[in-house]
């Protein structure tokens, strides 16, 4: 069997080829511009150098570069190489820092064993984790224009940015874009009439409550406002509707991503085991399979594996009679963010994620603390699904028997108490007044006055 060892830049590849004594075999260099196929070469290259090259282990500090992926899918075994780990080898070794020296000392760690298997997920989990990684930048470039907008209208006109308040989505709403796209300045606004700015409405797709939503949005801007010169709104103006295209860009691109992303996850054959879980939508439920993979026991091996690896177990220092528990920041920050969000959600979905947090709380834990906790738990609990392919139950999860007395419940508060009901009841027995006034009242729906004030559903 041989080892090799492979030291990457952007314009070439050096490899160092040994035998299980640490003899070199051979040294070469494929240069990207020159070779069009640098795995072709690469086994040109490994073709003489032994009867059983085929079986040869390349070891490669980054095993993501498009060299190493291709490799891999050839058929050809790649470990990866901690870099850090070969600095100190290096160190030790007393090498000098060069290609080629790097290479042969990648080459000896691999023989040596210093490295990682590279365990890969199946194709249609790689094309997930692609698509994830590509909706989460879209989405941020979707927060960053939000946010670009927001400060260019505090500049010049405050009162657009409270118009749509953010409930329905603030600025990024389809409707506070097309009003702002046709008057982007408080002069062009208050020139706006109730007919424009309903046909703008209708327009951006609503349909209901158009023309009081129109007469609403008139009132706002023929309010008296602090106004610029003519030329330098102008300019604001003209900014803003810049801005303008590119929030109407990134919301277009974040949603088209959006649904690319829920078709690959509902394709793969894991969907039903990570949708079981409660409170885990769409996409929650793509980036946490995107980030573990379809292969967590040849990937990770245990569950605790996984829980590090996810940074959702703090890492123990120990000196003398002194030990205290850290962060661990060696982890996977997208895998830890999604399940701090995974976490938060279960708290209102599930009975027993409810019941282990407020377990924690009471136990002194800070909030962030006992969402970890809870998180690691979630984790845990959804590598034991993967592996046997069974799915989520909220119950063994979280050990308590459902049909028992004291069993954990997710308390269900109604929306309006027997005072708010009465005084409710009192309002619609006046005359003149609506279902619909009330329920504004009180901001409620209307089908919750027709549900629990008058006991009938809306017809």
């Not at 810049?242 to 691109?253: F, G, K, M, S, Y």
């Not at 409170?279 to 594996?305: H, K, M, N, T």
């Not at 708010?420 to 009330?438: C, F, K, N, S, Y």
Request: proline share 5%; charged share 20%.
């Amino acid at each position: 069997m041989l080892v090799a060892g492979c030291d990457w830049s952007d314009r070439w590849l050096d490899f160092t080829v040994i035998d299980r004594s640490g003899t070199v075999l051979g040294e070469t260099r494929i240069v990207y511009a020159e070779s069009p196929d640098p795995i072709a070469c690469y086994r040109e290259f490994l073709a003489p150098l032994g009867r059983r090259w085929r079986a040869t282990v390349t070891g490669i500090e980054d095993v993501n570069i498009l060299f190493a992926r291709a490799l891999a899918a050839s058929g050809m075994e790649v470990v990866h190489v901690d870099p850090t780990r070969a600095s100190r080898h290096r160190v030790a070794r007393g090498m000098s820092k060069t290609d080629r020296a790097d290479a042969r000392l990648i080459a000896l760690m691999t023989l040596e064993g210093a490295y990682r298997p590279l365990v890969a997920s199946s194709p249609e989990a790689q094309a997930l984790r692609i698509v994830a990684h590509a909706h989460r930048t879209a989405v941020t470039n979707r927060a960053e224009a939000l946010h670009r907008l927001r400060a260019a209208l505090m500049r010049i006109w405050p009162a657009a940015v409270s118009a749509w308040p953010a409930n329905v989505g603030g600025l990024r709403n389809p409707q506070a874009r097309a009003v702002l796209a046709a008057a982007p300045s408080p002069r062009a606004a208050a020139r706006l009439d109730r007919t424009s700015l309903a046909a703008l409405l209708a327009t951006a797709g609503r349909k209901r409550t158009v023309r009081d939503e129109a007469e609403r949005l008139r009132m706002i801007f023929a309010r008296p406002v602090m106004l610029l010169d003519r030329h330098v709104e102008a300019a604001e103006a003209l900014r803003i509707g810049h801005l303008l295209a590119v929030l109407d860009h990134a919301v277009r691109r974040a949603d088209d991503l959006q649904r690319d992303l829920e078709q690959h996850y509902t394709a793969h054959p894991f969907h039903p085991l990570v949708n079981a879980v409660p409170g885990v939508g769409a996409v929650l439920g793509a980036y946490l399979l995107a980030e573990i993979g379809d292969r967590p026991l040849q990937r990770f091996g245990s569950g605790r594996s996984l829980a590090a690896y996810a940074g959702v177990a703090p890492v123990t220092w120990a000196s003398g009679q002194t030990e205290r528990a850290a962060f661990r920041r060696a982890s996977s920050k997208y895998l830890r963010s999604t399940l701090h969000t995974v976490a938060f959600s279960m708290v209102s979905h599930s009975p027993g994620a409810q019941a282990y947090y407020s377990t924690r709380r009471s136990a002194g834990d800070a909030h962030t603390t006992a969402l970890r906790k809870l998180a690691r738990k979630i984790v845990l609990c959804l590598y034991h699904c993967m592996v046997s392919h069974r799915p989520f139950e909220d119950a063994i999860a979280f050990g308590y028997d459902p049909a028992a007395d004291g069993a954990p419940s997710l308390p269900r508060r109604a929306p309006l108490d027997g005072e708010q009901i009465a005084h409710a009841r009192d309002m619609l027995a006046a005359p003149g007044t609506t279902v619909t006034a009330v329920a504004s009242a009180f901001g409620v729906s209307t089908q919750t006055i027709y549900r629990h004030v008058l006991g009938r559903p809306r017809a």
